[in-house]
């Protein structure tokens, strides 16, 4: 398990969240790097297939073309995303070896039940991939919002030191608010 040095003047992080159309086939993610400061330091895009299975190739071809040795941990807006494209996150932290933090914001009662009605002749794999994820932790931030997190290679006092450190108002770490504006307006500029 790696640390998060949170007294690390320049300490960065990857964010990556989504925008698409439900027309469309692909899903545009858009990562940031942003350091402690709230300085932005890094663009970088990806297209991850509605409905499929390859979120998690798509953020680590993000995270490798960034080609960068000082991102010391990656948010994300969500680990499913793109209609039911679930992310590994334990495959993120296993290949990358910094911690990942998976950020949702609404109480959910689980998806399996939408996993079967949109794969009745293969839910059995997307339900597997979903089970593989574990539970969320509820997490209150020092704006006084509640979250939902998943997260592997930090424990969860380190991870909520994070997200309260780069989270200036509201529910959303700036760093994911700045990924989900990039990912948006992405997709707005396409005709």
């Known amino acids: 398990m790696n ?19 439900e027309t469309d086939m692909t899903s545009n993610l858009a990562g940031v790097v942003m350091r402690r400061d709230f300085v932005i330091d890094g663009f970088v895009f990806g297209k991850a297939t509605i409905e499929g299975d390859d979120a998690t190739n798509v953020i680590l071809s993000m995270y490798e073309r960034l080609a960068r040795q000082d991102i010391s941990f ?3 807006s969500g680990l499913i995303i793109s ?5 590994d996150i ?12 998976g950020v949702t914001y609404e109480e959910s009662d689980g998806i399996e039940d939408a996993i079967k009605h949109h794969f009745p002749d293969s839910y059995k794999s997307k339900t597997m991939q979903y089970d593989k994820l574990g539970p969320r ?19 969860i006092n380190e991870a909520r030191k994070l997200l309260d450190t780069f989270t200036l108002q509201g529910a959303v770490p700036e760093p994911l608010r700045v990924a989900q504006l990039l990912a948006k307006s992405e997709l707005d500029s396409r005709p």
């Open 3 to 21: 640390h998060i040095h949170l007294e690390k003047k320049g300490l960065r992080g990857l964010a990556v969240a989504e925008s698409f159309r």
């Open 74 to 76: 990656i948010l994300l």
């Open 90 to 101: 334990k495959k993120l932290w296993k290949d990358i070896k910094v911690p990942v933090i």
């Open 83 to 87: 209609m039911y494209n679930i992310i």
């Open 137 to 155: 932790t509820k997490m209150s931030l020092h704006t006084k919002y509640d979250i939902y997190v998943r997260i592997e290679g930090c424990e």
